[in-house]
């Protein structure tokens, strides 16, 4: 095992090569990046689907498929830019000023061939930055990136308060959650500041291949891992799309907000830890604290709606952990099926192949299963399923064979 600055060359968890580790000052940097990133994410992600369900009843499912089929374009899209060119700053800064301005474009009193055009826009931007995000936050060292990720969770809930005492109070008055989503774009232009003291370059130098990348995902484990994340990301586009509106149908903007706030409480809890976790215990054990949340989280919502003793924002509660355990999971998991120089390509595959593609099948059963302009008691059928489905990757999960670490890593906590 050879050393290199302050870190293992051996361990997946740093990615770590010939540079030494940032200092603090790097640590602030990416603790900044997330936490204004996510400021201004929160407020387009808390209104988007209230906004699109009221003012596009017909056509808003066609809606959430274009922004479903757009968000892998810009994963692959920056990953594959970033994996071969090696550049960083650059592609980042303009993801985040074009996610800034295609999010005024979006929420603006446009026709709505213009809101679809921002749509696209806005998600390729939103995941480009976002995996570009993440990808130099991972260079950095696997534990940064969990503290910093954490920084994202509370400017999340930091913006779903503001927006929740602004809905409440009534201190503004006549104004939308489009407007106030508006405005929070500006916090693009902010991160997209504090990404100028991002690496210009990647780490790695090693020759980049597609292909390999590739043959890395045809591997039948790795591919047993995507089948079961498409699985997963078909119930999961739920809560991207469609849980915000019904949370409205059933207590106004003020429960959206509130229950977005809720929804991070045990996400800062766990966030910091998940590196940890993931070293101390099989790769395994976070997939499964995230599927028995999230059984819990759609089971409350099912009976929640009907049922007004049960206030459907408390399942956000369970958010946290349904988040939090597979996302990280799924990250760390492949860091250690794909090297540095082509961990953008593979995140960005996972993205396409399981993430995306697994929601926009599950948009198109939930728009089946909802129609137009549904009312509350229509989601019924649609929590109903999300339930069985975690039921059965709960099952699954405990026995299924998770990929192994890629061969050039040796460490002794091999996933199981």
């Known amino acids: 095992m050879h050393r290199q600055g302050n870190c293992l060359e051996t361990d997946p968890l740093t990615i770590c090569c010939a540079h030494s580790t940032p200092g603090r000052s790097g640590s602030v940097i990416y603790f900044a990046l997330f936490f ?3 400021l201004g994410h929160g407020a387009y992600f808390s209104a988007m689907s209230p906004y699109i369900m009221e003012r596009f009843p017909t056509s808003a499912d066609q809606m959430i498929l274009a922004a479903q ?32 301005v295609s999010q005024v474009v979006f929420f603006a009193p446009i026709p709505e061939f213009g809101v ?81 003291g991002v690496p210009v370059h990647r780490r790695s130098h090693e020759e980049y291949h597609f292909r390999a990348a590739a043959r890395r995902m045809v591997e039948p484990r790795v591919l047993i891992f995507f089948a079961l994340s498409f699985v997963f ?6 809560v991207d799309y469609y849980l915000g509106r019904f949370l409205q149908l059933k207590g106004g903007m003020g429960q959206v907000y509130l229950g977005w706030g809720f929804s991070v409480l045990f996400e800062i809890a766990l966030m910091p830890f998940t590196a940890l976790i993931f070293e101390k215990f099989p790769a395994r054990f976070l997939f499964l604290v995230s599927l028995a949340a999230g059984l819990g989280r759609f089971l409350w919502l099912y009976l929640a709606v009907d049922n007004e003793s049960m206030p459907p924002y408390l399942s956000q509660l369970l958010h946290g952990l349904h988040f939090t355990g597979f996302y990280t999971a799924a990250i760390y998991l492949l860091q250690r099926v794909f090297p540095p120089h082509l ?11 399981a993430a995306s593609a697994g929601g926009i099948t599950g948009n198109l059963l939930t728009g089946m299963l909802l129609g137009a302009g549904p009312g509350a008691l229509e989601f019924a059928p649609v929590f109903a399923l999300a339930v069985i489905l975690h039921v059965s990757l709960l ?16 460490i002794p906590y091999a996933s199981k």
């Not at 953008?344 to 595959?349: E, I, K, Q, R």
């Open 233 to 238: 990301y078909g119930c999961y586009q739920l």
């Open 36 to 38: 204004t990133y996510f």
């Open 395 to 410: 099952a699954v999960f405990f026995f299924v064979p998770l990929p192994q670490t890629i061969r050039s890593f040796s």
């Open 69 to 100: 089929i757009a968000s892998p374009f810009g994963t692959l899209l920056a990953g594959y830019v970033s994996d071969k060119t090696r550049l960083l700053r650059f592609p980042l800064v303009v993801s985040l000023l074009g996610f800034g």
């Open 116 to 196: 679809f055009a921002a749509t696209v826009l806005l998600r390729i931007f939103l995941s480009g930055s976002g995996q570009l995000i993440i990808i130099s936050c991972l260079e950095a060292g696997s534990g940064r990136f969990a503290r910093a990720r954490t920084a994202g969770t509370v400017g999340f809930c930091a913006i779903q308060l503001v927006l929740f005492w602004v809905e409440t109070s009534g201190v503004i008055r006549h104004s939308s959650p489009a407007v106030f989503a508006q405005y929070a774009a500006v916090f693009h232009v902010l991160t997209a500041i504090f990404a100028l």
């Open 343 to 353: 961990y953008g390509t593979g995140h960005a595959l996972y993205t396409v192949v």
